[in-house]
């Protein structure tokens, strides 16, 4: 990782994937050289796949496995609606399907803290408020990926990766 040092910025412009090896590049870089500050990271969406862009988790895959890697979070996350509206349909199913596991996961980790295997952080759960009051109202301008359907699953998505990040 030569090409960054301190006085630069790293700007993405991609989905999930391009996304995380930056942040997980960032955070190692910062970590090597014992830069306290961080350097400055803006990601631009592309596509509305992946909470990924709000997560300090990165997946990346090494030896042909996807796994889970340290990362950070980017200071600014820009949504050109226009841009994520004419991504493939495909895409934009897949960010929802993202969207559903979060809410099994809650289940599952609020079941390890009453057997005292976990600790539960309620504000991770609340964080995802807006994300559970949105999802069904605006789910035919989602499925119709309406310029304002598109703007809920973004900040959807976004606040998916940031409860992920606020639970570790």
Not at 25 to 35: A, D, H, L, M
Not at 88 to 98: E, H, I, K, M, W
Not at 105 to 134: C, K, N, P, Q, V
Request: proline share 5%; glycine share 8%; charged share 20%.
């Amino acid at each position: 990782m030569p090409a960054l040092h301190k006085d630069c910025a790293v700007v993405t412009v991609g989905s999930g994937v391009v996304t995380d090896v930056a942040k997980h590049s960032c955070y190692i870089w910062q970590k090597e050289n014992g830069f306290d500050g961080q350097l400055p990271l803006i990601s631009c969406m592309t596509a509305n796949t992946v909470p990924a862009y709000s997560s300090r988790l990165a997946i990346i895959s090494k030896d042909g496995v996807k796994r889970t890697w340290p990362s950070r979070t980017p200071q600014i996350i820009i949504m050109d609606y226009q841009v994520l509206c004419d991504c493939p349909l495909s895409y934009t199913v897949g960010g929802v399907g993202d969207m559903f596991p979060v809410f099994c996961s809650f289940a599952d980790w609020y079941i390890a803290a009453a057997l005292g295997m976990a600790d539960f952080l309620d504000a991770s759960w609340r964080i995802m408020d807006d994300a559970r009051e949105l999802l069904i109202p605006y789910s035919a301008q989602i499925a119709q990926r309406s310029e304002r359907g598109i703007e809920v699953l973004g900040k959807c998505l976004t606040l998916c990766g940031l409860t992920m990040t606020y639970a570790r």
